[in-house]
């Protein structure tokens, strides 16, 4: 027993700095007033933008947008002065694996994959570490909600929208399980060993895979009762009934038509991730009523004979279209970038207020949570933020107050606290 016990402390080792030097703030406590933001820009998440307006909220749903010409009574109501600063809802991040790695180079802290190629009824929430040091740092600049995702295998699992702030899984989720998620096979692989890439022999084979678990998830989902449940058919059943999302992660303009009209033989509308080419079928898209969850605009263009800026313009293209898209950003950690990758699409022709709701108010309704947070409505969550300037260029966007659900978030972190302390270091060695 004391042999197993060293083995146990010796594998924890290498990841005491994890354990024992964690800086997480404690979560917010409920709305314990009636809170009144007065003389801001409201950025409203619609495509509308309010100038010197008035934004309050009681019990964590706001109750009240106005513009300043209008007197409402605030009596009673905490007032935060929000003259020359903007306000936003929630931005929200999509297709992130935020909240289950922690450190990628150490597996134990690691959680968005299971073994297997065919896994939906995997749910990325249960698997939801709201103590993690990242997530502070990434909602100090205004995102708020995120949709976290398993990947690996062709069908990883389901995915959850979060809220950054909460005492366990049970306290952030907003949305459990809002979708399935399905990888589309690549015409095309890498080999590692020649660092080349080739066709994919294989790509018929695996489309008929696919076909095929789709085929008899299809058969199961009709049948009116089962003597034994399959918890992968049970998994799949309201994505069928349209009741939750079916995401298909693909980028290639002939892979992207061809995985729409796979999930239409089924009577699906699918939403597609990543999305490269979506630019180069943005008709189709229009047309099928598909909408779009964009690769990061921080990129570099798929072939060498395109625009280098084209990874910038495709959202700018999309809009021209009427394709509805939202915005993501890959990784964990990288998510603080969010706003930024919006920024730069405005920089290259999206409309400043578009952008803001590809960010807020297109990526709720794409992930079916438009009824509770987006837009600054009353009636919805008071999940928004307050920004000493344009909360979409890195050289302004300074989030002084931010609440999610009506609750006062505490917006420190490591990165600060790392500040601080190196500052009051040199500060000390200028004095000597």
Sequence with gaps: MRHIFFLLLIALLPLRGALWAQYVPVPAPPQQEPIAIVNATLHLGNGQVIENGIIAFDKGKITLVSDGRQRPDLSGHRIIDATGRHVYPGFIATNTSLGLVEIGAVRATVDYREVGTYNPNVRALIAYNTDS?????????????????????????????????????????????????????????????????????????????????????????????????????????????????????????????????????????????????????????????????????????????????????????????????????????????????????????????????????ATAEILGIADRVGTLEPGKDATLFISEGDALDMRTNQVTHAFIQGRRINLDNKHKMLYRKFKAKYEQIQQR
């Design 133 to 361: 040091e990242v997530i502070p740092t990434v909602r100090s600049n205004g995102v708020l909600l995120v949709q976290t995702t398993p990947s690996g295998g062709r069908i990883p699992g389901m995915s959850s929208v979060m809220m950054t702030d909460g005492w366990n899984w049970e306290d952030a989720v907003l949305q459990a399980d809002d979708g399935v998620h399905l990888n589309w096979p690549s015409p095309y692989s890498f080999n590692w060993r020649t660092r080349r890439i080739t066709k994919n022999e294989r790509y018929d084979e695996q489309v008929t895979d696919l076909r095929k678990f789709f085929d008899e998830a299809y058969a199961y989902y009709q049948r009116p009762e089962v003597e034994e449940k399959n918890l992968r058919f049970e998994a799949m059943k309201p994505v069928f009934e349209g009741t939750r999302n079916l995401y298909i992660h693909a980028e290639l303009a002939t892979n992207i038509e061809e995985a729409v009209l796979f999930a239409e033989d089924y009577g699906i509308r699918p939403v597609i991730v990543e999305a490269t080419d979506a630019w180069l079928v943005a008709d189709f898209l229009k047309a099928h009523g598909v909408p779009v969850i964009l690769r990061t605009t921080f990129n570099l263009p798929r072939r060498p004979d395109e625009p280098v800026d084209l990874p910038f313009r495709t959202p700018a293209l999309l809009h021209e279209k009427g394709v509805q898209f939202c915005f993501s950003q890959k990784g964990f950690w990288q998510q603080f970038n969010l706003p930024f990758v919006a920024g730069q699409a405005v920089a290259y022709g999206l409309p400043y207020e578009e952008a803001v709701r590809a960010l807020t108010g």
